[in-house]
């Protein structure tokens, strides 16, 4: 079974750029998390989706950061415009969902670079 | 709020000795929790989690756990340790709503 799949693995891009990274879940999972893992520190949500739903945004900095799960499945992070204080890796992870189903199987991350 | 304290940032040890890693975690509520590992330029592996029942839960790669809800902590621990075992460990609290809570992570570091 293929686990969760995040692209790209790195960017480098100039300030003030717009990126965006995409993560595609285990199959049939219908929780996808958006982490952000700063350099020495444990991942930090930013958004949790409940299929195609939103349903804990509050830690995601909207005034420049934007995501989408289309139909519940592939989901896009987007950040526009980049900061240096973006610098960091961007995990996906995905769950089976349910309350006590909270096991979140984890992509290799995307790490970014904002120069 | 939940939140999750590692006590140690870094922890070396000699191959073949113990090693335990210390979880510290707050919360109002019953929890769940979780030991995750992070090798280099890597996403995080989940080694063991705690949802109810038996107090030591046992993982893979011969890493267990014990949750002592009286000092809310919820420590690892291996017997006898590997070079393969030098990684970042991360303690994970939930109150069941699908949100995973970290702490800043304990690099473990083995030496021959």
Request: net charge neutral.
């Amino acid at each position: 079974e293929a686990g969760v799949v995040q692209s790209p693995r790195y960017k480098i891009i100039e300030k003030k750029q717009p990126v965006a990274f995409w993560c595609n879940p285990i199959s049939g999972h219908n929780t996808l998390y958006w982490y952000r893992q700063n350099l020495g520190q444990g991942p930090e949500l930013l958004i949790r989706y409940e299929n195609e739903e939103a349903v804990d945004d509050s830690q995601l900095p909207k005034d420049r950061f934007s995501a989408e799960r289309l139909k519940g499945v592939d989901s896009t992070l987007k950040i526009q415009p980049a900061e240096l204080g973006d610098s960091a890796v961007y995990l996906c992870a995905s769950s089976l969902g349910g309350i006590r189903n909270t096991e979140a199987f984890f992509g290799q991350g995307t790490r970014l670079t904002v120069v | 709020a939940q939140s999750v304290t590692q006590l140690d940032s870094q922890v070396p040890v000699f191959e073949e000795a113990p090693v335990e890693l210390r979880c510290n975690y707050s919360s109002s509520v019953s929890v769940y929790l979780f030991w995750y590992v992070q090798y280099p330029n890597q996403g995080l592996q989940l080694l063991l989690k705690y949802l109810s029942g038996s107090t030591l839960v046992k993982g893979i790669n011969g890493f267990e756990a014990e949750f002592n809800k009286s000092q809310t902590s919820f420590h690892l621990r291996k017997p006898s340790v590997h070079i393969s075992d030098t990684a970042e460990y991360f303690c994970a609290v939930s109150e069941g709503q699908g949100n995973l809570i970290f702490g800043k992570g304990t690099k473990l570091s083995v030496k021959p």
